[in-house]
T-cell receptor
């Protein structure tokens, strides 16, 4: 069975600073993908960044980067230069090759950016 | 369509009534997913469609829940004899082929309230 753990229910960051949201995962499947999604208070789920299990380099998308440490089974999201609009719930998710139809989500981290 | 469309956006029903929730995926996406999100919590997998077949319906919580999909198009999630614990946001998502490396495109969800 797959499991995603997000240990930070809530995080605060000052505007323009960087913040790291933690995510650890567990799977025995060697082929998997890790995703981060953002859910603002309006409710829609927005894809942010993807890391494949065979990717050698950490993924980056604009101000978002994924700190992928395969041996430690962690996939932390780093947001640089935080903006007020980054205040939202953030979910880490995983899909595995042997059960690709089912994404497993963590419980989420609520990020609040302070002016 | 341009994105995943769900209807209705809000549904209030009385305990014991049946409800139907509709999802129209992105055109050409063969994979479709239903998730449930209780207030302040993560996403709970319900069912996955590949075309009009459901290889994984392991997340359906009881036999009161059922879903169908017409070809590679619209899906309907039906909840019979609704209970108060069914109150949640029901999110639908689609992806191109259902490969584990694909991100999910989410609809805006249906907020279901059972009185």
């Amino acid at each position: 069975a797959q499991k995603i753990t997000q240990t930070q229910p809530g995080m605060f960051v000052q505007e323009k600073e960087a913040v790291t949201l933690d995510c650890t995962y567990d799977t025995s499947d060697p082929s998997y993908g890790l995703f981060w999604y953002k859910q603002p208070s309006s409710g829609e789920m927005i894809f942010l960044i993807y890391q494949g299990s065979y990717d050698q380099q950490n993924a980056t998308e604009g101000r978002y980067s994924l700190n992928f440490q395969k041996a430690r089974k962690s996939a932390n999201l780093v947001i640089s230069a935080s903006q007020l609009g980054d205040s939202a719930m953030y979910f880490c998710a995983m899909r595995v090759n042997t059960n690709a139809g089912k994404s497993t989500f963590g419980d989420g981290t609520t990020l609040t950016v302070k002016p | 369509g341009a994105g995943v469309s769900q209807s209705p956006s809000n549904k209030v029903t009385e305990k014991g009534k049946d409800v139907e929730l509709r999802c129209d995926p992105i055109s050409g996406h063969t994979a479709l997913y239903w998730y449930r999100q209780r207030l302040g919590q993560g996403l709970e997998f319900l069912i996955y469609f590949q075309g009009n077949s459901a290889p994984d319906k392991s997340g359906l919580p009881s036999d009161r829940f059922s879903a169908e999909r017409t070809g590679e198009s619209v899906s309907t999630l039906t909840i019979q004899r609704t209970q108060q614990e069914d109150s949640a946001v029901y999110l639908c998502a689609s992806s191109n082929r259902g490969f584990y490396g694909e991100k999910l495109f989410f609809g805006s969800g249906t907020q279901l309230s059972v009185l």
